[in-house]
């Protein structure tokens, strides 16, 4: 059966690692959108807007959802819009590979 550590745990990663997971995945999106020189937005969470910066903003549901839209690529070929599509896996492979790297060197 589950108990209440379970719950807590249950919490810690829908209020905390999965929204750090989704910025990361959508900052890997946002980031070769920029490179190739593409106007993008990039929105974390569902609901009313909390705080907007240029094309970043965090919205009341900051849990639920993440979202990167992009447009108007300068280098606009396959290769460019791949790289586009596949930076979020990109970031997120890249985060997991420094996540392992600080866990092996015990820091």
Same mark, same amino acid.
């Given at each position: 059966?589950?108990?209440?550590?379970?719950? *807590?745990?249950? $919490? $810690?990663?829908?209020?905390?690692?999965?929204? *750090? *997971?989704?910025?990361?995945?959508? $900052?890997?999106?946002?980031?070769?959108?920029?490179?190739? =020189?593409?106007?993008?937005?990039?929105?974390?969470?569902?609901?009313?807007?909390?705080?907007?910066?240029?094309?970043?903003?965090?919205?009341?549901?900051?849990?639920?959802?993440?979202?990167?839209?992009?447009?108007?690529?300068?280098?606009?070929?396959?290769?460019?819009?791949?790289? *586009?599509?596949? =930076?979020?896996?990109?970031?997120?492979?890249?985060?997991?590979?420094?996540?392992?790297?600080?866990?092996?060197?015990?820091?």
């Amino acid at each position: 059966m589950f108990g209440f550590s379970d719950f *807590v745990g249950f $919490l $810690l990663a829908l209020l905390l690692i999965y929204p *750090v *997971v989704s910025l990361i995945h959508e $900052l890997g999106h946002s980031f070769f959108a920029w490179i190739f =020189g593409g106007k993008f937005t990039f929105s974390l969470g569902r609901g009313k807007t909390v705080f907007k910066k240029g094309p970043f903003s965090l919205n009341s549901m900051y849990f639920l959802d993440a979202f990167c839209e992009y447009e108007q690529l300068k280098w606009n070929n396959r290769l460019t819009h791949f790289l *586009v599509h596949a =930076g979020g896996i990109i970031f997120n492979l890249g985060s997991i590979l420094v996540l392992n790297i600080l866990i092996s060197q015990g820091s």
